[in-house]
Every structure is written in structure tokens, then in C-alpha cells.
């Protein structure tokens, strides 16, 4: 049931952090809803969870007009195409996907004045994945983008986030999940301000914990599986 699927999940986060010598309070859980009808979103928000995460703009578009009247934080999470970014700017709380200097730029251009700043976090391809997007995991050029990007003025530059490339065991995952976390010290040791790593799934959630994750992005253990379009 999805109610204890999501009490579960709240659940192994808490542990994780207690395990890894963390407030479990600084963990933000994402509900990933991507290819999950709008009642299940409103199952969720019943029990309490706020934050939803979906990858495609035309789906989110539906769910967040048939859930209007709840108080939801959206994310998104899917790639960012650059003629999509102003229905992005518009409808999102927080972006996890920015790629490029481009897209941070336009993003910024179209977020409504009244909104408060857009919270975005530099997408990094750690395990520099060809089929991947992201910008490769280069502390000089994420230096570089991370300066540009928080003089935009609509914009609230918050970390980084990956999606590890596919192991046979999740624990492997953690390599990733630590080279993340030094990209980020790297960045606020050259004084850029952050406090996000959006990092850890279904499958690694406790591992990312242990190596700082602060969002954590969960659709499968919550939801069960999507369904295929
Ligand atoms: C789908 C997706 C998730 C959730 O994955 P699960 O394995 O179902 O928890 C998290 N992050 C991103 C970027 C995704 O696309």
C-alpha cells in the first residue's frame, strides 16, 4: 500500500542518517511520479509528503492543473530542453537538471518576477556516461558554470546532482555519490553558496545518505513500478 510504502521510505531515510551521524530533518524527500496518475500523487499528499518530482513537462502540466488546489512543491528532474524552458520557469519550484549556461540563462530570463528565485541544481555526469546528459565532472568548468550561473538574477543556484550510471549492486553507487560530494566542496571552498545534493533512488538510498545526499529522488520504492507509455 502506498501509505506504507511512503512511511518506509521515511523511514529508511531516517535510519540512513542515524547510521551516517546526520539530522534526518536536512534529508528531503522527493516523490518521483513520473508515469503515476494524479490520485496516487493525492494518496501521497495525504500522508503528508509535499515535494514531487516528475520528468516530462506535457505530463507534469496535467497533474499539476488536476491537483491545483493542493500545496505541492514541484521538481523537475527530466532533461531540460531548451524550447520547453519558460513552461519550466513557470510551473516548477525547483529545477535538478540545468546543463548548460544556456538553459540556466533562459530559465532565469522566464521565471515570472513574482515567483520567488527558481531553485536549480547543476546536473553532473559522474561516471561520464555517453548516452548521459550532464555537464562532465570537471571541478574547473563546474567552477566556471556555478559563478556564471548565480549572477542570474531569477535564479537560486542550491548544488549539484547525478544519476550514477547502472551497477551490478547499488552500494558501488557510492563512488559516484563521493566524487559528487568533493565536486561540491570544491565549489564552496572557491565561495560559491550551496546546500543541495540531489542524489540517491529507489535502489541506493542509504548509500547516498551516507555521502551527504540532501534530496533524495524516490519513485519505485514509493509508487511500485511505472507504467509504460
Ligand atoms: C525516475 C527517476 C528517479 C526515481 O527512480 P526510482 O528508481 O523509481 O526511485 C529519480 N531521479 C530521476 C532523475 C529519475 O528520472
Redesign the pocket.
Known sequence: MLSEQLKAVNCAIRQAAEHADRDPTDITL?A?S?RHDSDKIRLAYQCGQRDF?E?YLAEALDKQTILSDLDIVWHF??HVQSNKTRKIAENFAWV??VDSLKVARRLSAQRPADMAPLNICLQVNIDNETSKSGLPPDQDQLLDLAAQVTTLPHLCLRGL?C?PAPKPQAEQNGASFKHLQELSAHLQKHGIVMDTLSMG???DLPTAVAHGATIV???????GQ?QSI
Open positions: 522527493v518521483v513520473k518530482g520528468n528532474i527530466g535538478h537538471t546532482m544519476i533512488m529507489s535502489d529522488r524516490i519513485g519505485t520504492a514509493i509508487f511505472r
